[in-house]
Nanobody, 126 residues
């Protein structure tokens, strides 16, 4: 069972940038596809981005496409979410999630992740 720990959240002004990290507890994390989600209190969790275990395939929600970039360093067992041109509506708790996958190109359906981190708060001020 893999454990995930997010870091890098914080407060930033609109137009600024932040980078979130998601560290996996096991070396096998390098064979897991990883997704990023966010949630505002009182609202459903929203898909943000995902990356296959090889880093070859990525997927983004329309709301962040062109502003956010997901990447990974499998030597460090870490997945990153680079967030640029941040907007106040990006304010949320951000979660990373992982799903063990065989194919280097596989990105799970947005509802199919088995392991979740504890979340990191991102606040964008106007």
């Amino acid at each position: 069972q893999v454990q995930l720990v997010e870091s890098g959240g914080g407060l930033v002004q609109a137009g600024g940038s932040l980078r979130l990290s998601c560290a996996g507890s096991q070396r096998a994390f390098s064979t897991y596809a990883v997704g990023w989600f966010r949630q505002i209190p009182g609202k459903e969790r929203e898909f943000v981005a995902a990356v296959s275990w090889s880093g070859t395939n990525t997927d983004y929600s329309d709301s962040v496409k062109g502003r956010f970039t997901v990447s990974r360093d499998n030597v460090k067992n870490t997945v990153y979410l680079q967030m640029n041109s941040l907007k106040p509506e990006d304010t949320a708790v951000y979660y990373c999630a992982a799903e063990n996958s065989g194919s280097r190109y596989y990105i799970p359906p947005r509802g199919k992740y088995d392991y979740w981190g504890q979340g990191a708060q991102v606040t964008v001020s106007s």
